[in-house]
């Protein structure tokens, strides 16, 4: 019987439309339940909410397990090069995009070339901090105003431009966003053509304190033909640790020769219609706050699963633990690997996927449009 319903629980798994990282962490998240259920047999133990969320964790860290984590000189495209040191590690393109899309519940952005995070970074570390790494092929961006633009009147006319900014939030399901205040004021280096800024953002019209704003550091590396971004998210109460590690992250990516902003060819190369100016105002509240909403929310994710979960977990972990009874023997398959048809699907299929976990989260995920 036990074996039966685990075929069937993942048969259903495998058969639903969700992502092949939510599949797999959702197919260990059952066998921990099972095997929790299965051990209290002859116990009335109901599996608690710290229990629960412990499972989740467990799954995560076997997830995290799979990822190619890279370090030394790393290929992204043609146009940038990442070396990274001693004390950070890479998350490749794929798996980045699973982790923004799948665990952070970004829509799927296309824009996403991987993260650099520190070297002790784990999926199940909630408090985990990482740089989401992005390039955008917008043009180059002009920078002559960028020495006499006014941060502090640019902060005001955001403000007063929230109202509009969240409605269209509202309308695409999305919680409000407030920038509180410059964590961090925009400071350009003219000379190595990069811009960054950090701000002091609040999600939702509910009161937080100060530690509990977010935290979002922007890094822009301006380019010949366009903007390579390092977005690293946090709470308040990690602005210290995220500033120590600015200076490295600096020196972590750059554009090849060919391709750095000195490269520029006004007679065939294309022009932002942005200036560093309009990079700050302009991409504020739109894709960038995306990326800080979500990174925000992970715990939010992690525990509305926890939540939904608990709803059945106990009679998951009942059906598993019940003492043993005739078992179901059509519903067993015969051969490993075959599973009876059902709704139409295959049992080819089902090999298909049981293949695809032994091999681990290497599938692509399906290309949607970015809402901003």
């Not at 002859?42 to 499972?55: A, C, F, H, Q, V």
């Not at 650099?116 to 920078?143: C, H, M, Q, R």
């Not at 995306?290 to 608990?310: M, P, R, S």
Request: proline share 4%; charged share 25%.
């Amino acid at each position: 019987m036990y074996l039966a319903l685990f075929f069937k629980l993942k048969f259903y798994i495998m058969s639903t439309k969700i992502t092949f990282f939510l599949r797999y962490a959702l197919l260990l998240l059952i066998c921990l339940v099972a095997g929790t259920g299965l051990r209290a047999q002859d116990k009335d133990t109901e599996i608690s909410g710290e229990e629960t969320l412990k499972m989740w964790l467990d799954t995560l860290e076997k997830i995290d397990q799979t990822i190619p984590y890279k370090t030394g000189k790393v290929d992204i495209n043609e146009q940038i090069d990442l070396n990274i040191p001693k004390g950070y590690k890479f998350i490749p393109q794929q798996e980045a995009r699973m982790i923004v899309s799948d665990l952070w519940g970004n829509p799927q952005d296309n824009s996403v070339l991987g993260m650099i995070v520190p070297a002790d970074y784990k999926l199940s570390n909630l408090d985990g901090w990482a740089f989401v790494v992005t390039y955008e092929e917008s043009g180059y961006v002009k920078d002559e105003d960028a020495e006499d633009i006014d941060y502090a009147a640019m902060l005001k006319d955001i403000q007063k431009d929230e109202t509009a900014v969240n409605e269209e939030r509202a309308k695409l399901g999305y919680e409000s966003i407030h920038l509180i205040d410059w964590a961090a004021s925009p400071y350009y280096d003219k000379e190595r053509k990069i811009l960054h800024w950090a701000k002091k953002l609040q999600f939702g019209d509910a009161g937080l304190t100060p530690e509990e704003l977010t935290l979002n550091y922007d890094v822009r590396i301006l380019g010949r033909k366009g903007i390579l971004s390092l977005n690293a998210v946090g709470t308040m109460d990690q602005l210290d640790i995220i500033n120590q590690h600015i200076p490295d992250v600096l020196g972590i990516a750059g554009f090849r020769e060919g391709y750095a902003y000195s490269d520029f060819n006004p007679s065939v190369d294309k022009v932002a219609a942005y200036t560093v100016g309009g990079l700050v105002a302009g991409k504020l509240l739109a894709k960038s706050g995306l990326l800080v909403l979500l990174l925000k929310n992970i715990k939010l994710v992690i525990f509305a699963i926890v939540g939904a979960f608990a709803l059945f977990r106990k009679k998951i972990a009942g059906l598993f633990g019940r003492k043993q009874q005739e078992p179901d023997y059509a519903a067993v398959p015969a051969v490993p690997g075959e599973f009876p048809q059902e709704d139409g699907q295959a049992g080819s299929e089902y090999a298909a996927f049981n293949d695809s976990i032994a091999d681990g989260p290497t599938g692509t995920l399906p290309e949607e449009e970015v809402k901003s």
